[in-house]
């Protein structure tokens, strides 16, 4: 079964640090772009970063940059988001979710959505 | 990075049809055929619905279709069932290799 499963949220202060992971199984993770995608409580869906299947190309969202930072580990089958000098509004479950890609014929493309979501883990920055 | 604008709330009755829009920009929705759509149930993770622009992935019911026009994509829910009722958003690529989501749509059916 394709599954992505993340770990490693909790309570943390303002200014904290926090890393998540998510762990990857049923397919080879090592051909997918990945990304992190954050949903604040009550709120809507906010794309936080991505990530090239090498992890040569890296990008982030305006409100998280110079403090998030991403990260995979092919040989370990996973993904991961260092979160640094943490703020309130960074509060909310945090999802991360594989890029598409299709076959057509012989070439690989991505279609630019998130296939595979995980179940969440929730960050809460609170003192 | 604005986010696309979806309206706050639709609703129909079961068995009609109903379409939520997304607007964006140039250059967002209107540049690129990199649409795609997500269902949302509460307390679950997102479900892709619909992928470039109209393609609905294995399993999804062919009575959810996607079209695009111009800077606005849409999203229609046909024979509308009980089921049906979530939250849906709009993503799309942007000219900056980023991603974009709207700000969600409550879909209740009455």
């Known amino acids: 079964e394709v599954q992505l499963v993340e770990s490693g949220g909790g309570l943390v202060q303002p200014g904290g640090s926090l890393r998540l992971s998510c762990a990857a199984s049923g397919f080879t993770f090592s051909s997918y772009e990945m990304n992190w995608v954050r949903q604040a409580p009550g709120k809507g869906l906010e794309w936080v970063s991505y990530i090239s299947s090498s992890g040569s190309t890296i990008y982030y969202a305006d409100s998280v940059k110079g403090r998030f930072t991403i990260s995979r580990d092919n040989a370990k089958n996973s993904l991961y988001l260092q979160m640094n000098s943490l703020r309130a509004e960074d509060t909310a479950v945090y999802y991360c979710?594989?890029?598409?890609?299709?076959?057509?014929?012989?070439?690989?493309?991505?279609?630019?959505?998130?296939?595979?979501w995980g179940q969440g883990t929730m960050v809460t920055v609170s003192s | 990075q604005s986010a696309l604008t979806q309206p706050a709330s639709v609703s129909g009755s079961p068995g009609q049809s109903i379409t939520i829009s997304c607007t964006g920009t140039?250059?967002?929705?209107?540049?690129?055929?990199?649409v795609s759509w997500y269902q949302q149930h509460p307390g679950k993770a997102p479900k892709l619905m619909i992928y470039?622009?109209?393609n609905r992935p294995s399993g999804v019911s062919n009575r959810f279709s996607g079209s695009k026009s111009g800077n606005t994509a849409s999203l229609t829910i046909s024979g509308l069932q009980a089921e049906d009722e979530a939250d849906y958003y709009c993503s799309s690529y942007t000219s900056s290799s980023l991603r974009v989501f709207g700000g969600g749509t409550k879909l209740t059916v009455l």
């Open positions: 979710a594989r890029d598409q890609v299709l076959v057509r014929g012989v070439i690989i493309t991505s279609t630019g959505a998130f296939d595979i």
């Open positions: 470039e622009v109209s």
């Open positions: 140039s250059s967002d929705v209107g540049g690129y055929n990199y």
